[in-house]
């Protein structure tokens, strides 16, 4: 058993067996895209294109408004139809671009390589990885420009690739190492050129011995000149957390309320790796991702390159439609991803999987009152008090809330998972959360 792990934190059945190894395969060209202008941590885009503008593949369509934000590209050539609001993934409908997909993937004359890693300086390393509308893939969706341009005063001596992938039934980071490891490798060192950091970690746990091999290979035959070792951790979730990942690779610790870069680390997602290295090889934006497909509710389950703006429903439809007794469908994994009302909604650049469910997986249980156990506070892996934030909640009392310190929480779901009595704390901390950073903003 390896020791590099973190205090806390559960051990749930996996169920990646369906695509675990399973080649990545390119998904159909939808007839339409549906492109939100919202698709990263911060402020959303304007519309840089308007209805009965012909696009090509990787024009930009949506401009930033903000530092915080991405730019985002047209995934299909064809034709604007609309632009309007549309269902989003995280809930709200937002401005969407609608374009028809001529079918002829006709690419924008700008997407060209850029000069070798070799010859490019850190500036410029950010501002590619900032045309690109790279972002954190990891589900958090962090502008990854961002991330690679820390406060003067801040010295990043750290890059930390996240291969754990411990969120249960997703297989697409583990994909990613088996068949690209090496621009993962080549992501990494660009992330380090950029930040001038001197050593480069890749996490994975322990269940997945393929992807540490394959990585450790990458690295011998393309890491030349960068100090990058590949740590096998405990499998054990949630191990790719960022905070429990510095502190399983590093034994920092990153204190309450501070952002990685407080311990001179920074985190990025193998799928951003593999982004950055096209953008900097080819000149190519971030306008598809690979994304995991499965769960008992799909007939067909596999790991498919899927266009930003795809439809959900268009996505499952490839994979031989949902069973007869798909009953709930959710976007990422079961423990941090979100429910959908519908499968009418498009796939974005957090997207990292599609589990449908069946009605064996999902039981209606009575909510009891607590019962004083504990378990939520032993599994906790930020060693804060669930129970207390969660009933503090659900009492609407969301100054005793943020005082329990639930601003701190990063709703992986170790609480609810374990409760006996089934209360659903992340929920209830989730609300608080969303309260208390509306009242923040007044």
């Not at 779901?413 to 989730?430: F, N």
Request: proline fraction near 8%; charge should be neutral.
């Amino acid at each position: 058993m390896s020791e590099r792990t973190f205090v806390g934190g559960i051990h749930p059945s996996y169920f990646k067996e369906s695509t675990a190894g399973m080649p990545i395969a390119p998904a159909r060209s939808p007839s339409q895209v549906i492109i939100p202008l919202h698709q990263n941590i911060g402020a959303p885009c304007e519309a840089t294109v308007k209805v009965g503008d012909e696009v090509k593949i990787g024009q930009k369509i949506g401009e930033p408004k903000g530092f915080v934000s991405a730019p985002i590209h047209a995934s299909v050539s064809g034709k604007v139809i609309k632009i309007e609001p549309y269902n989003h993934p995280l809930g709200n409908p937002v401005n969407a671009v609608f374009i028809e997909n001529d079918g002829q993937d006709t690419p924008y004359e700008v997407m060209k390589p850029n000069k070798p890693l070799e010859e490019l300086t850190p500036e410029e390393i950010i501002k590619i990885s900032k045309e690109a509308g790279l972002v954190g893939l990891g589900g958090a969706t962090f502008p990854t420009h961002v991330k690679l341009s820390p406060p003067s005063d801040i010295v990043i001596d750290t890059v930390i690739i996240n291969g754990a992938e411990c969120e249960p039934f997703l297989t697409a980071d583990h994909a990613l190492m088996l068949e690209r490891a090496d621009d993962i490798v080549y992501g990494l060192k660009a992330f380090m050129k950029a930040l001038r950091a001197t050593k480069g970690i890749i996490g994975i746990e322990d269940n997945k011995p393929d992807a540490v091999e394959s990585m450790k290979r990458a690295i011998a035959e393309g890491g030349g000149g960068y100090d990058i070792e590949v740590h096998t951790l405990h499998t054990k979730y949630p191990q790719g957390a960022e905070k429990m990942l510095i502190k399983a690779t590093t034994g920092r610790e990153v204190p309450p309320g501070a952002l990685p870069m407080a311990v001179s680390v920074v985190n990025q997602n193998t799928g951003t790796a593999v982004a950055m290295a096209e953008a900097i090889k080819l000149g190519k934006p971030l306008y598809e991702r690979v994304v995991t497909i499965t769960g008992p509710g799909v007939k067909e389950p596999a790991n498919l390159i899927v266009r930003n703006g795809t439809l959900v429903k268009d996505i499952i439809e490839q994979c031989g439609g949902m069973t007869d007794d798909a009953r709930k469908l959710i976007l990422g994994g079961p423990m941090m991803g979100l429910a959908q009302p519908t499968d009418d909604v498009p796939a974005i650049k957090g997207t990292s999987g599609i589990l449908i469910l069946t009605a064996e997986y999902v039981k209606d249980y009575s909510i009891a009152p607590c019962i004083k156990c504990g378990k939520c506070v032993e599994v906790c892996p930020m060693n804060l008090l669930p129970n207390f934030i969660g009933s503090a909640s659900e009492k609407e009392n969301m100054d005793l809330a943020e005082k329990y310190g639930a601003m701190d929480c990063f709703e992986c779901g170790c609480c609810t998972y374990t409760c006996p009595a089934r209360r659903p704390l992340v929920q209830w901390i989730r609300i608080a959360k969303g309260e208390i950073t509306a009242r923040r903003r007044k």
